[in-house]
């Protein structure tokens, strides 16, 4: 099966940026549609953005204009790109491509 490894979340400051990696163990240039989603502590496991094979992306409206998600399937790996994060953004995130990754932590405080 296919394995996703997630990676670059952590601890960021109010209006500073992160990039969220997805790294496939196998080929997605197979997989149709790839996806963010985050869960916050007390709340529903949401979707953040979402990418097809042929490039078409939506995203979240509390997102929308923040984020950014790609997918580069020379190396097998989904992004992330999270800029101006808010607070309420403080979330684990976790991959879709077929299953899900394990999520990363994404923490928004000063």
């Known amino acids: 099966q296919v394995q996703l490894v997630e990676s670059g979340g952590g601890l960021v400051q109010p209006g500073g940026s992160l990039r969220l990696s997805c790294a496939a163990s196998?080929?997605?240039?197979?997989?149709?549609?790839m996806g963010w989603y985050r869960q916050a502590p007390g709340k529903q496991r949401e979707k953040v953005a979402i990418?097809?094979?042929?490039?078409?992306?939506n995203y979240a409206d509390a997102v929308k204009g923040r984020f950014t998600i790609s997918r580069d399937n020379a190396k097998n790996t989904l992004y992330l790109q999270m800029n101006s994060l808010k607070p309420e953004d403080t979330a684990v995130y976790y991959c879709?491509?077929?299953?899900w990754g394990q999520g990363t932590q994404v923490t928004v405080s000063s």
């Open positions: 879709y491509a077929g299953v």
């Open positions: 196998g080929s997605i240039f197979s997989i149709n549609v």
């Open positions: 990418i097809t094979r042929g490039g078409f992306t």
